[in-house]
Nanobody
């Protein structure tokens, strides 16, 4: 069993900052890509940022144009954790933010399966 648990959401004024955290736990062998998606009411879930491991052959980081320059994704691979530092927040950043990870666990290794957190609400409003 694998779980991803997010924390760090909340209400912030425009121009403010928040830091989201996500930790994966369970019978994990390895976690390759980890990242963040978000979903606003009436909209589809969209990619915010995702990153592979630094030890991978060709580590990559993808970040949405709408948040580039304001949001930073980082990982702590030994802790199976990923973080999203969000600066200069705008009202349009308001959404439920979901952590995701491609996890190889004891029941799937060497294949990976996609896991999602329960989501954390971010609200940007004055």
């Amino acid at each position: 069993q694998v779980q991803l648990v997010e924390s760090g959401g909340g209400l912030v004024q425009p121009g403010g900052s928040l830091r989201l955290s996500c930790a994966a736990s369970g019978s994990i062998v390895s976690v390759s890509a980890m990242g963040w998606y978000r979903q606003s009411p009436g909209k589809e879930r969209e990619l915010v940022a995702i990153t592979t491991r630094a030890v991978d052959a060709n580590p990559t980081t993808d970040i949405a144009d709408s948040v580039r320059g304001r949001f930073t994704i980082s990982r702590d691979t030994p802790k199976n954790s990923v973080y999203l530092q969000m600066n200069r927040l705008k009202p349009e950043d308001t959404a439920v933010y979901y952590c995701c990870g491609k996890v190889a666990h004891r029941g799937s290794w060497p294949s990976t399966e996609d896991y999602w957190g329960q989501g954390t609400q971010v609200a940007v409003s004055s």
